[in-house]
């Protein structure tokens, strides 16, 4: 059955027209693996996880950060909201999770998370992850309503920004490029997320883009969003190991163009 998914931004609040944009069945299943493959290699064993030197989880096929109680980090938590997004969604959560006043990550560090690999909780969350993939790839797609009018909000020129947006994501495989890249390296509003004053997120790839072919609009992006990772090893040299994944990353977004 072929469908189409149609995602509305509304931007009224700041005198713009909503605009919709509508992705296909294909799209979306697209999109899903290959945010799959970036995050999880591919691998269902990976859709819990907590890598090493962090301080929370990452789940599914986002790798959804998910803090224990009392950690508040400086990253974007999402899988909190994710459980919000099931439950609107009419799917049933482990009991364990069924209390919105208490979903803080119950593993209180990897070693913990690491060794309850098989225990029952961790079992049903996976179990939970496997089944819902369809629904994680919607709660991704569906994160760009948000995350338009707060990265507009927080530009010095928010027209420019509109424009660079748009350009993409009317392009061919320029809604993975925007859905993937905010997963992956987030919006770039939160101050928590700077090295040095500069931020690394989606907002920061959008004010390098020029006023270019629309074709070209990918390929810019991806040319853009190199530089600005390539800044933020400047300011944290110790992140230099992973700059080649990062870029191995990017062109993923070109890689069928």
Request: include cysteine.
């Amino acid at each position: 059955m072929y469908w189409l998914f149609c995602l509305i931004f509304c931007l009224c609040s700041l005198g713009v027209k909503a605009k919709s944009i509508s992705i296909s069945e294909e799209e979306m299943s697209l999109i899903g693996k290959k945010i799959f493959i970036n995050e999880c290699a591919g691998k269902v064993e990976n859709l819990t996880s907590w890598n090493v030197g962090t301080d929370f989880a990452s789940l599914g096929i986002g790798h959804f950060i998910w803090y224990p109680s009392g950690k508040e980090g400086p990253f974007d938590e999402k899988f909190p909201s994710f459980l919000i997004f099931l439950e609107h969604r009419g799917i049933e959560l482990p009991a364990w999770l069924r209390d919105p006043s208490d979903r803080d990550c119950p593993w209180k560090s990897r070693k913990e998370f690491m060794q309850d690999l098989q225990g029952l909780a961790m079992r049903s969350l996976r179990e939970l992850l496997i089944d819902t993939i369809a629904l994680q790839v919607e709660f991704i797609v569906e994160g760009l309503q948000a995350v338009l009018p707060k990265i507009l909000e927080s530009a010095s020129n928010p027209n420019h920004i509109r424009r660079q947006f748009f350009r993409v994501a009317e392009s061919p495989m320029g809604f993975y490029a925007l859905t993937d890249y905010v997963n992956f390296k987030g919006e770039g509003v939160l101050r928590s997320e700077r090295y040095n004053g500069e931020g690394w997120g989606l907002l920061q790839v959008l004010e390098l883009m020029s006023e270019l072919n629309s074709n070209e609009a990918v390929r810019e992006f991806v040319k853009c969003a190199e530089r600005v990772l390539a800044r933020r090893v400047e300011n944290a040299p110790k992140e230099q190991v992973w700059l080649p994944g990062w870029r191995n990353r990017l062109r993923t977004y070109i890689s069928d163009l």
